[in-house]
């Protein structure tokens, strides 16, 4: 398995201002996904982070109102931007170690209230 | 397009088993995953299927069936602690980014 923070691990915000996530893992991978949960929904995607290159992002989601660093193999920021109440959310990073062991895991969460 | 289905809610007993289905049909296909959520807290691993068949792990075992776009996960000898949310995710390799899609996820209840 793999070893992954976020932090902060909860914040309450005004609307209007921004947060940054970050999520640090314990060692090298290739791949890092932000996913957004809602109050009693399921998992969305909101885009997946590769080292040197910039991020991809769903539908629904785009880069000025969530910018993404990968600045190395084990570091990701997520920036909730100009946040208003209906970004109240936990916020997840997850990773992927590529080849040769496909399986994802997720961190703890960061739960986000904009008031 | 992308569909992952499996049942909203179920009820069990402590000390039986239980079957939660995932049906899906996706672009494309490179796994499947099952992870528990407990209230607040970040889903954990359960198990990831990529060939057809039966796989166990204790008392989670999970089941795949490609040609039918289906999955199980069975829980065995029940205990109060399972009682969590059960989610199906599955892994799309279109587009190159192997992005995991997850359904909507089944709230398992255990009762004494």
């Known amino acids: 398995s793999a070893v992954i923070s976020q932090k902060p691990s909860r914040d309450i915000c005004q609307r209007g201002t921004s947060l940054t996530i970050q999520c640090q893992v314990d060692?090298?991978?290739?791949?890092m996904f932000w996913y957004r949960q809602q109050p009693g929904q399921s998992l969305t995607l909101i885009a997946t982070?590769?080292?040197?290159?910039?991020?991809?992002?769903e539908s629904g989601f785009v880069i000025d109102k969530f910018p993404i660093s990968r600045p190395n193999l084990t570091f990701s920021t997520l920036t909730v931007s100009n946040m208003s109440p209906e970004d109240s959310s936990i916020y997840l990073c997850?990773?992927?170690?590529?080849?040769?062991?496909?399986?994802?895991?997720f961190g703890p969460g960061t739960r986000l209230t904009v008031t | 397009g992308q569909n992952i289905d499996q049942p909203t809610e179920m009820t069990a007993t402590e000390g039986a088993i239980v079957q939660i289905n995932c049906t899906y049909q996706?672009?494309?296909?490179?796994?499947l995953f099952w992870y528990q959520q407990h209230a607040g807290e970040a889903p954990t691993f359960l198990s990831y299927?990529?060939?057809?068949g039966l796989e166990e792990k204790g008392r989670f075992s999970s089941f795949l069936s490609r040609s039918k776009g289906y999955s199980y996960l069975l829980l065995k000898e029940l205990q109060m602690k399972d009682s969590a949310s059960y989610l199906c995710?599955?892994?799309?390799?279109?587009?190159?980014?192997?992005?995991?899609?997850f359904g909507t996820g089944t709230k398992l209840q255990v009762i004494p």
């Open positions: 997850s990773v992927d170690r590529g080849q040769g062991n496909r399986e994802q895991y």
């Open positions: 060692s090298q991978v290739t791949m």
């Open positions: 982070a590769n080292q040197g290159s910039e991020a991809t992002y």
């Open positions: 996706t672009s494309g296909f490179n796994g």
């Open positions: 299927n990529v060939l057809d």
């Open positions: 995710a599955v892994r799309d390799p279109a587009g190159g980014y192997q992005k995991v899609t």
